[in-house]
C-alpha cells in the first residue's frame, strides 16, 4: 500500500532547516544510475517491510541500542524501508529532509561511517538529527545493489555518546549484507511479478485484435493499453485509402483510466496537431519507422526551436493538465509501409519506461501491425479476388476456392509456401489440395487472424498464418508465412525456460541464507554466520553474471553494443584471465599459454576480448575432464592473428559447428554431461568477434577435443 504520509506535514524540522551544504546539494541531485537502482527497490513511499524491521530489531538487539534504520537515500531525504526505536512522528512518516540525515554521509563517502559523540563531530554536530532529534552516536554501513550502486545506510543509533568497537561495526555489515539480500531478492520478486503482468497484457491485446479484427482495433487496443501500462496512451491506424488513391484518413483511439482524463488528452491531441511547431512523437515515429522515447519530457523537448515563444499560456495549461512525463511510440509498418503508430504516455517525469516495458511497447505494436497488415489484406484479397495480376504479385499465398470447394486460384507464392505446383492443384478438392486448411476451414477463428496451421512442405514443416473470408458461393483464403516469427516465439520460450532454470538455483540460496539470517529462533555462531552471508554474495554474484550475459546478448542481437578498436596485448589479456581463474578456482584443471602468443598485439576492443576469451576458455574448462589441460596458442595469419582455445574435452560433433553459436543452443545433455550455463556464451563469442571485424570458427583438436579458433586484425607497431 502506498504510504501517503509523504506528501504530508513535513515535521519539527520545516522552520529551522538550514540552508543545504554543497555535499547535500549534490546528493540532491543525485546520479541518475543510483537513483534508479534505489527506485528498482520499490520500497520507496511504502509501508516498512516486516522482513527489514525484522533485521533493525535484530541489530538493535545485538547492539544494545535504541535505534536501527534501513535507510534509503533518495533524491532529496531518506526514507526508512525498515526501522524500529523512532521517535513516533517520524516511524509514522518513515522519512526525514537531507537536513536531518547522517545516513547519507554513508553514500557520500561511499564508506561506513562511525561517530561516537555527534556533539564532537565537526560534520555531524550541526544536523538536524543532532541538534533536533538527539542523536548521541552513530554506525552506518553502506547498503549496497549487486552492480555496485549504493542505496543507503544500515545504522545504528543511540541517545548517548559510546566508543563502537570493531565487533560493534562486525555485526552491523554482517546484518547489513543480509539486508542487501533481502531488498534485491524482494526486487527479483517484484519484477518477476511485473513481466507476468506484462506477458498478461501482451495475451490481452491479442485478444482484442483478434475479437476486433475486422473493426474497431484502434479503440481495442487502446484500452487494453491504458491504465494497464501507461496513464494514457494514443493510437492511431492510417486506413486504406477509399478511392485507391494516395490519402490515407487516420482512424485515431485515445486510452486513459477515465472520461475526465480522457477529454484532457483530447484537448491536448487537438490543440497539439493545429500548433505549427509541435514535435509528435506519434507522427515522427510512423513518418521515420523507427521508435521515439523521451524520458523527462520538457518543452524543449516537444517543441521546434523556433516555436517556443509562440506557445501561449492556454497551450501550456492544456499540456500541464494531460500530464506528459514520459513517451514512448513505436511505428505501426509492414512491408516497408506506414500504418500509423502507438504512443504511450506517462504523466509522472520521475517514472519512465523501463527497457523491459518498452520490448512490451515493440510487441504490442508488431501484433498490431500484423493484424492491420492481414485486415487490409483480407479486404483487399475480397475486393479483387478475381484480379489475376494482383493475386500473382502477391506475396502471401492465396487460394480461392468454388462453390464446390475446388481450388480455383493458386498463387505462386501459395506454391512457394507449400512445395505443391498449381498444376497439381488446380480443380482438385481443397481436400486433397491442401488437407491442413480443409481441416481448418469449419473452426470459427479461420476467420480472423487467430488460426497458424501446421503444413508439411518439402523444405521442412512451415507454419502458416490463415486469413479466410467468403466469395460469393465460394471462399477466399490468405496464407502467410510465419515461420520464422514460430521459430523466434519459440526461442524466446526457450530462453525463459532456460533463464529461469539458471536462476532458480542462486535465488533459492541467497533466500535460504536470507531467511536463515533473519530468524530469532536460532543462535548462529560466527562460523555458520560467515558461510550464509558468503552464500548470498557467491549466489548474488552468480545472478549479476547471468544477468550481464543475458542483457548482452540483447545488445548483441538488436546492434545496440559497440566496440572501441584499439591495440591490445594478447599475453597480458591471457595471463590476467587465467590468474583471474586460478583465484576463483576451476578444479584439477590447468590453462596454459603458448609462447607463439607472447607479443602479438591485436587491433581489438580490450573489454569484449576478455569477455570471448574468457568465454571460450570456460567453455573449455567445462567440457575437460578433471588433470586435463587447456592450451592457448596465436600465430600471425593472411588475415591477422589466429588465436585458438585447444582443450582435450567431449568434443563437438562437426554437424553441431554451426549452431552451437545460436542463442540458448545445447548439445545432447548426455554429452554435455550435465554443465551447466544459458547457452548463450558462444553466440556473445560470435557477435563480438564480428564487431571486431573477425572471424570464429570450429576445428577437431588431435587426438581428441575441440579447437575454437578466431581470427582478429593484427594492430600496425
Known amino acids: 500500500m502506498v504510504n501517503p504520509r509523504h506528501d504530508s506535514n513535513p515535521g519539527p524540522w520545516s522552520a529551522e532547516s538550514s540552508a543545504l551544504d554543497s555535499s547535500v546539494a549534490l546528493a540532491r541531485t543525485g546520479d541518475q544510475a543510483r537513483l534508479a537502482a534505489v527506485r ?23 547492539l544494545g541500542t535504541p535505534v536501527s534504520l534501513v535507510s534509503l537515500i533518495d533524491e532529496d531525504r531518506q526514507y526508512f524501508a525498515g526501522h524500529t526505536g523512532l521517535p513516533e512522528q517520524i516511524a509514522q512518516e518513515q522519512q526525514t529532509p537531507f537536513t536531518h540525515s547522517l545516513c547519507r554521509y554513508v553514500v557520500l563517502d561511499q564508506a561506513p561511517v562511525v561517530i561516537n559523540d555527534t556533539h564532537t563531530d565537526a560534520r555531524a554536530s550541526s544536523n538536524g538529527a543532532v541538534t533536533d532529534l538527539a542523536v548521541g552516536a552513530y554506525a552506518g554501513v553502506p547498503i549496497t545493489s549487486p552492480d555496485g550502486q549504493l542505496l543507503g545506510s544500515f545504522c545504528a543509533i543511540d541517545w548517548q555518546p559510546r566508543e563502537w568497537s570493531v565487533d560493534d561495526l562486525a555485526t552491523l555489515e554482517d546484518i547489513g549484507a543480509a539486508v542487501a539480500a533481502e531488498i534485491e531478492s524482494r526486487a527479483l520478486l517484484i519484477e518477476r511479478d511485473q513481466e507476468h503482468a506484462r506477458l498478461r497484457l501482451l495475451v490481452a491485446v491479442g485478444s482484442a485484435i483478434t475479437a476486433n479484427y475486422q473493426d474497431g482495433l484502434a479503440p481495442a487496443v487502446a484500452a487494453e493499453l491504458a491504465p494497464a501500462a501507461c496513464d494514457w496512451c494514443i493510437v492511431e491506424i492510417a486506413e486504406p485509402a477509399a478511392d485507391g488513391g494516395s490519402t490515407r484518413p487516420l482512424s485515431v483511439a485515445i486510452g486513459a483510466p477515465d472520461d475526465d482524463a480522457r477529454t484532457r488528452v483530447e484537448r491536448l491531441h487537438e ?23 523521451i524520458e523527462h519530457a520538457t518543452l524543449e523537448k516537444l517543441v521546434e526551436p523556433e516555436h517556443r515563444a509562440d506557445v501561449t499560456p492556454e497551450l501550456l495549461e492544456i499540456i500541464h493538465a494531460a500530464g506528459i512525463g514520459s513517451v514512448s511510440s513505436f511505428p505501426l509498418r509492414a512491408h516497408g509501409e506506414p500504418l500509423g503508430a502507438i504512443t504511450l504516455v506517462r504523466a509522472d517525469p520521475s517514472i519512465g519506461f523501463s527497457d523491459e516495458e518498452r520490448i512490451l511497447h515493440a510487441a504490442v505494436a508488431r501484433q498490431l501491425s500484423l493484424a492491420i497488415d492481414a485486415a487490409q489484406l483480407g479486404a483487399e484479397v475480397l475486393q479483387r479476388a478475381n484480379a489475376a495480376q494482383v493475386i500473382e504479385r502477391i506475396s502471401d499465398g492465396v487460394v480461392l476456392l468454388d462453390d464446390d470447394a475446388r481450388v480455383a486460384v493458386w498463387n505462386p507464392s501459395l506454391a512457394r509456401i507449400t512445395g505443391r505446383d498449381a498444376d497439381e492443384a488446380m480443380g482438385r478438392p481443397i481436400e486433397e489440395a491442401l488437407p491442413e486448411l480443409a481441416a481448418a476451414m469449419g473452426e470459427p477463428a479461420i476467420a480472423g487472424s487467430g488460426r497458424i496451421l501446421r503444413i508439411a512442405a518439402p523444405g521442412g514443416i512451415r507454419w502458416v498464418a490463415v486469413t479466410g473470408a467468403s466469395a460469393g458461393d465460394g471462399a477466399v483464403f490468405a496464407l502467410r508465412d510465419v515461420t520464422s516469427e514460430h521459430l523466434l516465439e519459440r526461442t524466446r520460450d526457450e530462453m525463459v525456460a532456460t533463464v529461469s532454470h539458471q536462476l532458480r538455483t542462486p535465488v533459492t540460496s541467497v533466500l535460504a541464507a536470507a531467511q536463515t539470517l533473519q530468524r530469532d529462533d536460532i543462535e548462529l555462531d560466527d562460523a555458520t554466520r560467515d558461510l550464509l552471508i558468503d552464500t548470498i554474495a557467491q549466489q548474488g554474484h552468480r545472478l549479476e553474471e547471468l544477468c550481464d550475459e543475458v542483457l548482452l546478448a540483447y545488445r548483441l542481437e538488436n546492434g545496440v553494443h559497440s566496440v572501441r578498436l584499439e591495440p591490445v596485448e594478447l599475453d597480458v589479456v591471457l595471463d590476467e584471465l587465467i590468474t583471474s581463474m586460478d583465484v576463483l578456482g576451476t578444479g584439477e584443471r590447468h590453462a596454459t599459454v603458448d609462447a607463439s602468443a607472447r607479443g602479438l598485439r591485436l587491433f581489438a576492443d580490450d573489454h569484449a576480448m576478455r569477455q570471448v ?105
Open 40 to 62: 528498482r527497490t520499490a520500497l520507496l513511499n511504502q509501508e516498512s517491510t516486516p522482513a527489514l524491521d525484522r533485521l533493525a530489531r535484530l541489530a538493535a538487539r545485538m
Open 271 to 293: 490543440a497539439a496537431r493545429s500548433f505549427p511547431g509541435w514535435r509528435s512523437p506519434t507522427i515522427l515515429a510512423s513518418d521515420s519507422g523507427l521508435p521515439v522515447y
Open 613 to 717: 576469451m574468457g568465454n571460450l576458455l570456460d567453455n573449455a574448462f567445462k567440457y575437460s575432464p578433471p588433470g586435463s589441460e587447456v592450451r592457448v596458442e596465436a600465430r600471425p595469419v593472411d588475415e591477422g592473428i589466429e588465436v585458438a582455445v585447444v582443450d582435450a574435452g567431449i568434443g563437438i560433433p562437426h554437424e553441431h559447428h554451426d549452431a552451437v553459436f545460436e542463442r540458448f543452443h545445447r548439445l545432447d545433455p548426455d554429452m554435455s554431461r550435465g554443465v551447466g550455463g544459458a547457452g548463450l556464451g558462444l553466440f556473445v563469442v560470435r557477435e563480438l568477434v564480428h564487431l571486431m571485424n573477425g572471424e570464429v570458427r570450429i576445428e577437431p583438436a588431435e587426438p581428441f577435443g575441440t579447437r575454437m579458433v578466431i581470427t582478429l586484425p593484427v594492430a600496425e607497431r
